[in-house]
């Protein structure tokens, strides 16, 4: 038996979520890992139609989708839920969001989803540089989003993160 497509397991998913907004976690739980491809190489950008049709986009305090509060992630899945465009949301974080919360899922639970281990030198390479990049306060979100190919949300992510360190 071939594993389920993340796409089936989403609509599976969806169409068994709650009509009230607030979200019941174990029905969204993904029921098996999937194997998918997933290198460093491949980052590609969640396109911007896409992303302003995100419910986060529009979320009062968007650091709760990069927050350690349980309260906060909860928050963060219940948006996702709803959010029109999950399913694309989390097909471009599988392989390419190692932070916060992406298409319903924490970094844990998207990590069930890769075939190889998430952490790997080049990424953790990649996310000194951009730390560095952050502190350095000499180019702006978009520029850093850009050298990196990643989507811009991420770098607001890692600034959240640096802010709650100097905290
Ligand atoms: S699924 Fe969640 S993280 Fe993705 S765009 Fe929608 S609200 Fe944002």
Redesign the pocket.
Known sequence: MTDPSSSELLRTSKSELPKSTHFDRKVFTLAAPIQLPFTNQEVEQLPKE??QQ????AASDPDI?FSDAKADQEE?VS??AI?P??EA??NY?IKNEMYG????TTPEERQTLRSVPVITPEFRREAAEIRNDIEAEILTVTQIAAKYRVDERSIYRYKARLRKEAS
Do not use: K
């Not at 995100?54 to 986009?57: F, L, Q, T």
């Open positions: 896409v992303i995100g419910m986060c986009s989708f963060a948006l996702c959010c465009v999950l949301c989390l974080a919360i992406w298409g319903g």
